[in-house]
């Protein structure tokens, strides 16, 4: 499809939707059911992909019809893959770095460590090569996918002891997916991958010792406070966060251009949507979780940051020696982030971190 092609029609703006005006020729209902790997109604990321589906139906007019399953209500969060790619359903909403197992290249279409922000990651995938590469991943396993939400930066981590040197994290047990959690794993950390919906009762009972989950606003709701009492951000594991649409390749190619229109349209605002109400809401949380419940907020410090490093250098080879498709897509990944990236450092980086400098903004505020 036309990039030029997919907002014909559509106007967006903040959370609304506007109908695509309906084609001339008058279509029958076409049935839909969306699986999603988060939790009914979680604030964020729950209620992101409902306002996604119930979207999707109403761009259509009604003419494709939304059945959304939370995770569990249809299938376990983690069969979400198998159960699109089968066709069982069209749809799934979830992060594709949870597919690592199948191919590594999924990562770098949700986030890898030391990778794009929000604002590159969507230049590349739009206007930079990256979506036609993440459809050569997806479409070896009889999907396509669209992004369509996305976190921003993520926090580090929820704690039950200070992390003061990379040694402090041998032995512990952390819920951490992706290539993240393989770079925690050079550090000595034990890690498992868990939906969202199973971490707190493995943080009580001592299956885990700490966690990685999103920033303050989602994070909130957890209530991982009542466990562990250290909380450091800015991680060096999920710096944009973008998440997944994916759908049974076949039944995309079965869709008129207009229902494609339709599906990425809403698809395209929901990205915005999810990413743009995270950024609003997470000072708001942060200052919740400190002055209601004790949180201690912390910062990794530099020794962290350069282990962190190092081991990333590490998983990347092997990453890139596991998969072909990897690779592909790392050389790729990389060059549009040293282009895109370098270019937004010299300008809106610039700027940033000089208005903070100027205007005192930054730690002091937390």
Known sequence: ???????????????????????????????????????????????SAQRLAANIEKLSQGAIKVNYFAAGERVKAFDSFDEVASGNSQAYIAADYYWVGKDPAFAYFTAVPFGMTVDE??????????????????????LKALPCGATGT?????????????????????????????????????????????????????????????????????????????????????????????????????????????????????????FEETQAKNGEYLQKLVNEHGVVVKQYNDDIWDAFGEAAKEVFAETRAKSKLATEVDDAFQKAMREIGGMMAEMQGTFVQQRNRVLGIGESNN
């Not at 969507?122 to 009889?142: C, I, T």
């Not at 009580?204 to 999103?214: K, R």
Request: hydrophobic share 40%; proline share 4%.
């Open 121 to 142: 990651w969507n230049a590349w995938v739009k206007f930079g090569g990256g979506q036609e590469l993440w459809d050569k991943v997806s479409g070896s396993f009889g």
């Open 154 to 274: 993520q926090a580090g981590g929820w704690f039950n002891k200070e992390i003061n040197s990379p040694e402090d994290f041998k032995g512990l047990k952390m819920r951490i997916p992706g290539l993240g959690g393989t770079v925690m794993s050079k550090l000595g950390v034990s890690t498992v991958s868990l939906p969202g919906g199973q971490i707190y009762q493995n943080l009580v009972s001592g299956a885990i010792d700490a966690t990685e989950w999103v920033g303050p606003y989602n994070d909130y709701f957890m209530k991982f406070y009542e466990v562990t009492k250290y909380y450091y951000l800015a991680g060096m594991h999920e710096p944009n966060a973008n998440l997944a649409f994916g759908m049974n390749k076949s039944w995309w190619e079965s869709l008129s251009d207009w229902e494609k229109d339709v599906i990425t349209t809403a698809c395209y605002a929901e990205n915005a949507n999810q």
């Open 1 to 47: 499809m036309e990039r030029r092609k997919f907002l014909k029609g559509a106007a967006l703006a903040g959370a609304g939707t506007v109908a695509l005006a309906a084609p001339a020729v008058a279509q029958g209902t076409r049935e839909m059911n969306i699986v999603s790997t988060w939790p009914r109604d979680f604030p964020g990321l729950g209620t």
